[in-house]
């Protein structure tokens, strides 16, 4: 009875179960109201059969020629509806619409190189570090830049893993 | 950004680039010199000029800008104007709108596009002035000229969002539904739609017309190709949730596969506040064109199709057919035979599966509901013999939980019982947390609700016995889960509040500090602690979450409109089907006159009573808030009806005291109530607070009658809560936990009763509204408190200067002072001759102070403000019989004095008296005593000049001394009133070590009912070496200390009592100056 549908703005009001969680940013309010204006398809609450907000997911595409591609900006579950692979459907869900509807080349995220238990998942989800991004987070610790290609790249160009370390002002979107 | 390196105004690219580059660059001073220059070239360049004004705008200099760009304006306005771009208009705007100047915008765009018709760069412009202005007729109107001018959808579209913000903006303004409806019809007609989103506002339109055949005609035909996803299409359809074959189309086969795409999605109310079944029952309930065969047909053919998915599934779809079984059950039930075994099968399938989940309990909560005592208990038997309680393992600790959750909605158990619950659970943590040892230190723990779930019990059980220990306990078994694990978020929720309610509100404020409550979150959540700030000693710290509430409020309110624009501009019209429009949310998400204006008038009234003794401090901060003038009227009744809060109030747990329920303090009335019908008591776990607290006056209400309601409630707020519970949720009441265990004969009593006053209620529907809510009554006294404050110092001085001059006390504010206190006695519930009368009664002893106790920091205020106002007003405001009857300023003396006593009659330590009075206290010494020594000193004020001259001339200059007296003996009144406070607040600041044993004795109390039994499992577990819980956890728990956690709580209640203790002692000062200086001008 999940239901996976846009997020929309009344579910900033009801998401603080969700984001009281320490490793989950609360972003000002311009940064969620631009996600749900300019990339709706990418923003997605999912919401229990008691109509509390389960988790959700934001994300963008942007890019040029073969570095066209969806991003994963957050994704949360709160900690009742967490071990039950809801993060793995809402990220599917990003996917799909990256491959299928927006034709991306891949799908790119950001992660703290100490989260290990996020890593672990994306991994399990098939995405690889495609590089290293130094003091990423505040300056401080070092960012992990995971890729997961789509059948657009039939090559899987995209994530060949590059060999050295880069610094955040290489990174080419924001 | 390609355009505005164009030829812009007649400049050159290359000259115009280096400027936009320092201001990118954020070098101003470079950029200005560059400007300069270019401006001495082309000094009539309305572009440059705009420039100009933009780099002097973003080195802080608006006024400059302003007139920089009026110039501009000026000249754009010219005949001789040779370049007249967007570019120009665009770069002004920018300014404009940051000097909030959007009407300067608008004109020069109105202008242009007068002077350039059909120029669609120049409209567009235009457009977006009046989207930020919120001017949506003339939006509409605009983009209706785009779309008449150059044909593009996307125009149309806008025009047709105008008018859905029109919609919902005015009253009547659904009149121009039809309107947009043909608009969008012909385009169809003749060019078809384009986009998603058009279909998605073409639909959306239907649907606000209730055309919903018309829509699913729409969606089912060529159109519904739009949308890219089958599923996006088919979860449109659903929302025609009060169709009478609404449940029909729910469940067709077609349908289902949607509705199974993640699950199920069984249709919900679009707007409920309470989750329940009751969508899907009053869709039943209007379902009348069905016959039973047809439905049964239906549920049948529904369930072969779900259980094909539940044997077949092997997608991630994993919670939902079988969930959608329970429900068809459930309809089957309903309709047919009561006693049918299918419906308790599939929940005990449901939790052979799920049971191990987290949210498995609420998941199926609604239909536990349906279930009789019997099946409850075969249900709980089933769950708790389907795991082996003695291994450990994720998935036995999972279900254990679930079945603890089930008997949480305790009202089956005594309190030995309970608190061997309570036990259990705080043992099966310690017992799993080997379970835990290899996650990573920022994981969430397995078990960690139990601890949640333990102290919600203590708190039930300490609310049943009034037994401190208990409450100690429920805050220990919290603190030793932080201790483990630091960053469990509902913990410190819990803590906030229960530190809160001891009055140890500095921790409280602590762990609130952790939760890193930031942006949107400060509109969400910051009720967990400002309620509790605000009538705290702590004015810094509550002055700095204000601020930071306000900064946010600001910001949003600054960006909100440019990001309807972004909308407009990126085709994101609407979200989706049945959510709701994006920019009328945009603008509406948050009410700045509602949270916002109270958390406004929060930040004023909390700056004055910072600087209250100091006059001209005071007079600086009315005289930036236009002396309360604007706070007034933006407290008014119509702006007041559109007050909404966005305060999560769900998130709270049950027994949390509101403005208008302090559940814990009405334990008497309500247990009473209870044991009328054999139940120890209400605790339902998972209702909402505000659906429990109805229920709670709802009961009370049936079993006695409005009479015998705490006072609190009063007439129209209980029907109020009536109203809500019932409309809400009387299905889900009449079925809950409550009443499962109590006999059918008292069943039916209350059914019958719960009808009586369903009907009694709709009655009286139109007298309960939501201005009866004591929240909105707050804040609009609230908003009138800094005016009153102003006119009253301002009255008085004006008084005495002008009795001295001509002997008339006649002011022109003394007029505006009468309709403000009739609005503020109205705000107590009192027309303003009984609130006098009130006063009266009380400062002479013959009406009982605690009779009026809610409002009674309200009462004194008023008597303050009547005090001031009868300095000046040329009628006597107080009733006087002869001249021993007393004066204004006796009344509020006496009044204060016997007010303040009342509080300090408790000698209890505060400490073991929780919901303690020291709110009211700081209330008091802040705010009336506050207000009337601002009169004092005003009245002193503005007799200092006449003092020096008094020196020199004779007594006969001083007409004015039966009045110095009147203030002098005031001014010793509070002296003795703040000295008596400070005194006892020293006798509550006794050794910490005393304080200490005295909390420590409540968990030693050896009685094994007693509290105590837990907090020993604490500290043995803690002190125990268990290797098995590895040597990170194992670490964190050599740290444990329960004395330790106790110790803090009387070291924050010795912080909180010295704060008061310093307010207190800067009155004292600033009184003991004043007295010296009355007494030289009385001598």
Redo the contacts between chains.
């Keep these: 009875m999940t239901t996976i549908r846009r997020f929309c703005c009344d579910d900033l009001l009801r998401f603080s179960s969700v984001n009281l969680d320490h490793l989950t940013e609360t972003f000002n309010m311009s940064f969620y109201m631009t996600y749900m204006a300019r990339w709706p398809d990418y923003f997605h609450a999912a919401v229990s059969p008691g109509d509390r907000v389960m988790g959700y997911i934001m994300g963008k595409v942007e890019g040029q020629g073969e570095s066209w591609h969806g991003h994963v900006t957050a994704v949360s579950v709160a900690t009742e509806f967490r071990r039950q692979k809801l993060a793995k459907k809402l990220m599917n869900l990003l996917e799909e619409i990256s491959d299928k509807m927006d034709k991306a080349y891949f799908v790119d995220l950001f992660v703290r190189a100490s989260n290990m238990p996020a890593i672990r998942m994306y991994e399990k989800l098939g995405y690889v570090v495609y590089r290293r991004v130094l003091r990423y987070y505040s300056g401080e610790e070092d960012g992990l830049d995971m890729r997961k290609a789509l059948s657009q790249d039939v090559e899987k160009k995209s994530i060949i893993p590059l060999k050295r370390p880069i610094t955040p002002d290489e990174l080419e979107y924001d | 950004m390609a355009s505005k390196f164009g030829l812009a105004g007649g400049i050159p690219e290359r000259r115009v680039r280096p400027i936009w580059d320092a201001v990118d660059s954020r070098q101003y001073k470079a950029a200005l010199k560059l400007c300069t220059a270019l401006l001495a070239k082309h000094p009539t360049s309305p572009y440059v000029l705009a420039l100009k004004g933009l780099i002097l705008e973003r080195m802080g200099k608006p006024d400059e800008a302003l007139s920089v760009c009026l110039n501009a304006k000026e000249q754009l306005y010219s005949d001789n104007i040779f370049h007249f771009d967007d570019l120009t208009l665009s770069t002004l705007q920018i300014v404009f709108q940051r000097l909030e100047r959007l009407d300067l915008a608008t004109s020069c765009y109105e202008y242009a596009c007068t002077k350039y018709p059909n120029n669609l760069e120049l409209m567009m412009g235009l457009f977006n002035c009046y989207v930020r202005e919120y001017s949506y007729v003339k939006q509409q109107q605009t983009a209706i000229k785009m779309y008449k001018t150059v044909g593009e959808e996307r125009f149309l579209l806008w025009a047709v969002c105008s008018i859905q913000l029109q919609v919902h903006f005015s009253i009547g303004g659904e009149k121009l539904l039809p309107l947009a409806e043909a608009l969008l019809r012909k385009h169809i007609t003749s060019h078809s739609l384009h986009e998603p989103e058009a279909l998605a506002l073409y639909i959306s339109i239907l649907e606000q017309q209730s055309k919903y055949d018309a829509a699913l005609e729409v969606l089912s035909g060529d159109l519904g190709s739009l949308m890219?996803?089958e599923e996006d299409k088919l979860?449109m359809q659903p929302l025609r949730a009060l169709e009478p074959d609404h449940f029909n189309i729910c469940f067709t086969r077609k349908n289902a596969r949607c509705l199974l795409?993640?699950?199920?999605?069984?249709p919900?109310s679009r707007t409920?506040e309470h989750?329940s079944s009751l969508p899907v029952d009053s869709a039943l309930a209007l379902k009348t064109s069905l016959s039973d065969e047809l439905v049964e047909s239906r549920l049948a053919s529904a369930l072969s199709f779900v259980q094909k998915l539940q044997v077949n599934d092997t997608s991630?779809c994993?919670?939902?057919p079988h969930?959608?079984s329970i429900e068809i059950e459930r309809q089957r039930r309903r309709s047919g035979n009561p006693t049918d075994r299918k419906f308790i099968e599939a929940l005990i399938n449901y939790f052979h599966r799920f049971g191990h989940?987290?949210?498995a309990a609420?998941?199926v909560?609604?239909y536990l509901h349906m279930l009789s005592s019997d099946e409850t208990t075969e249900l709980l038997d089933t769950i708790s013999r389907s795991f082996d309680a003695s291994s450990l393992s994720v998935k036995g600790l999972g279900l254990a939980i679930t079945t603890f959750k089930f008997l949480t909605p305790s009202s089956l158990f005594n309190n030995p019982e309970l608190q061997h619950i309570a036990k259990g659970m705080v043992e099966a943590f310690y017992k799993n947390l080997p379970l835990s040892r290899d996650?990573?230190p920022?994981?969430?723990m397995h078990g960690?609700?139990l601890l949640c779930m333990a102290s919600s019990i203590l708190v039930q059980l300490f609310w049943r016995t009034r037994n401190l220990g208990y409450l100690i306990e429920a805050i220990l078994v919290l603190e030793f889960g932080l201790t483990v694990r630091k960053?469990v978020?509902?913990y410190k929720?819990m803590l906030v509040h229960l530190y809160s309610y001891l009055g140890a509100l500095p921790l409280a404020h602590r762990w609130y500090v952790t939760?890193?409550?930031?942006?949107?979150?400060l509109?969400?959540?910051s009720h967990h602690i400002l309620p509790q700030m605000l009538n705290s000693p702590l004015l810094q710290q509550t002055a700095d979450l204000v601020k930071d509430y306000l900064k946010?409020m600001d910001?949003?309110l600054k960006?909100?409109a440019d990001?309807t624009c972004?909308?407009y501009r990126?085709r994101?019209y609407s979200?989706?089907?049945y959510?709701?429009l994006?920019p009328r949310?945009?603008v509406s998400?948050f009410s700045p006159e509602g949270l916002g204006l109270i958390f406004a008038i929060c930040a004023i009234l909390l700056s004055l009573k910072q600087k209250a003794e100091s006059l001209d401090e005071v007079e600086s901060i009315l005289e930036n808030v236009n002396h309360g003038a604007r706070l007034v009227e933006l407290s008014n009744e119509d702006n007041v009806k559109r007050f909404t809060f966005?305060e999560?109030l769900q998130?709270r747990p049950w027994w949390t005291p509101t403005t208008s329920v302090n559940f814990l303090l009405e334990t008497l009335q309500v247990q009473k109530c209870l044991l009328l019908f054999h139940f120890p008591e209400p605790f339902d776990e998972g209702s909402t607070p505000a659906c429990f607290r109805a229920k709670v006056v709802l009961i009370i209400y049936v079993c006695h009658g409005a009479s015998w309601l705490p006072p609190v409630y009063g007439q129209g707020r209980a029907l109020n809560l009536l109203n809500k519970a019932l409309g809400a949720a009387s299905v889900r009441l009449s079925h809950s936990w409550l009443f499962t265990t109590s006999s059918v004969s008292q069943y039916i009593r209350l059914r019958t009763r719960i009808k009586l006053i369903q009907e009694a209620s709709c009655v009286c529907e139109h007298k309960s509204t939501e201005k009866d809510d004591p929240k909105i009554k707050d804040a609009e006294r609230k908003a009138l408190l800094p005016r009153l404050v102003y006119l009253s110092m301002h009255g008085c001085a004006s008084s005495l200067r002008e009795t001295e001059l001509n002997g008339s006390g006649l002011d022109t504010d003394a007029t505006e002072m009468k309709p403000l206190l009739v609005k503020y006695a109205r705000s107590i519930g009192y027309s303003i001759d009984d609130a006098l009368s009130v006063i009266l009664g009380m400062s002479s002893g013959k009406k009982s102070v605690k009779d009026f106790t809610p409002d009674i920091v309200s009462w004194m205020s008023f008597a303050v403000f009547i005090n001031a106002w009868n300095l000046w007003s040329n009628e006597s405001v107080v009733p006087r019989a002869d001249e021993s009857s007393p004066s204004s300023w006796q009344i509020v003396d006496s009044l204060v004095k016997i007010c303040v006593e009342e509080q300090l009659i408790d000698a209890n330590r505060i400490l073991t008296s929780p919901g303690n009075n020291i709110p009211v206290l700081v209330q008091m010494i802040t705010e009336p005593i506050s207000w009337h020594l601002v009169v004092i000193q005003s009245c002193v004020r503005s007799m200092a000049p006449q003092g020096k001259k008094k020196k020199k001339g004779g007594p006969s200059e001083r007409p004015n001394v039966p009045r110095l007296q009147a203030i002098q003996r005031s001014v010793q009144c509070m002296i003795d009133t703040l000295r008596s406070v400070q005194s006892w607040l020293s006798d509550q600041m006794r050794p910490e070590e005393q304080a200490l044993d005295i909390l420590l004795s409540y968990l030693q109390g050896g009685n094994e009912d007693g509290p105590g039994q837990i907090s020993c499992i604490l500290e043995e577990n803690s002190a125990r070496h268990n290797p098995e819980l590895g040597e990170r956890i194992a670490q964190s728990l050599e740290t444990w200390s329960s004395a330790g956690v106790v110790r803090r709580i009387v070291g924050a209640e010795k912080e909180l009592l010295a704060e008061l203790k310093k307010i207190c002692d800067s009155k004292l000062k600033l009184l003991a100056s004043v007295s010296a200086s009355l007494s030289s001008a009385l001598h």
């Design positions: 890219g996803r979860r795409e993640h699950d199920v999605n069984l919900k409920s989750p991630d994993v919670r939902g969930l959608a989940l987290s949210c609420s998941d909560e609604i996650l990573d920022q994981e969430s960690e609700e960053y978020w509902q929720v939760l890193e409550v930031k942006n949107i979150l509109e969400s959540a946010f910001d949003h960006e909100s990001l972004l909308a990126h994101t979200k989706a089907s959510q709701i994006f949310i945009v998400i966005n999560d998130a």
